[in-house]
């Protein structure tokens, strides 16, 4: 059992928090909406997640036990951002959904993870946790295997409700009124297929 690593807990958190930061600047500059995958935003999704991979190959998954809940979650979300290498996000899934199972993380993390894999592999999502805008450039869920009890699944992990979720996803959205360009689902498609989500299985 590792006792608490406080340095690694602060470069975890630290490392999600400049990924936060850097997101709220782009929002504010009116720079995220118009590219597909801004530059900037990759450069530190890149960074964190090779950064992450080398703490668990040293360590393996750095849960509470090791970086305590909030270094915890810098890790899942480091995790979350990682969209440009799939056999990763992958890999830390599995360490997650591990980590779930002997509490060493909360539940949620593993849900959203999962989620955002089969989004991207063009499969239904299980737990509702990922929203796309719809035609009118409302946020709904993208598609979910047995909508109908996805709340009994969400409440299991510990989320909310997917009619509450959405309202809060809603009134963010409201806020940060990044715009959604209908001409970017061609990108998304080609990214997806350069950075293997689609394509060789």
């Excluded at 109908?148 to 299991?156: G, H, K, M, Q």
Aim: aromatic share 8%; net charge negative; proline share 6%.
């Amino acid at each position: 059992m590792h006792h608490s690593n406080e340095t690694l807990s602060r470069e975890l958190v630290a490392m999600a928090k400049n990924d936060l930061s850097v997101r709220e600047a782009l929002v504010a500059d009116g720079s995220l909406g118009r590219a597909l995958y801004h530059p900037r935003m990759e450069a530190v999704h890149i960074g964190n997640a090779a950064r992450l991979a080398e703490i668990i190959e040293q360590y393996g998954w750095p849960g509470n036990s090791l970086v305590g809940e909030e270094g915890a979650w810098g890790a899942w979300l480091i995790a979350q951002h990682a969209i440009g290498n799939p056999p990763f996000m992958r890999h830390c899934l599995s360490l997650l959904k591990q980590a779930a199972t002997n509490n060493d993380v909360t539940p949620w993390q593993a849900a959203f993870l999962e989620d955002r894999i089969r989004m991207y592999e063009e499969k239904p999502q299980i737990y509702g946790t990922q929203f796309q805008p719809n035609q009118n450039g409302e946020l709904e869920p993208y598609p979910i295997e047995n909508p109908e009890t996805v709340n009994d699944r969400r409440l299991a992990v510990g989320l909310n409700t997917i009619e509450e979720r959405t309202a809060e996803l809603t009134a963010q959205s409201t806020r940060e009124n990044i715009p959604t360009l209908p001409d970017l689902e061609e990108q998304y498609q080609t990214w997806l297929y350069s950075v293997g989500w689609r394509g060789a299985s």
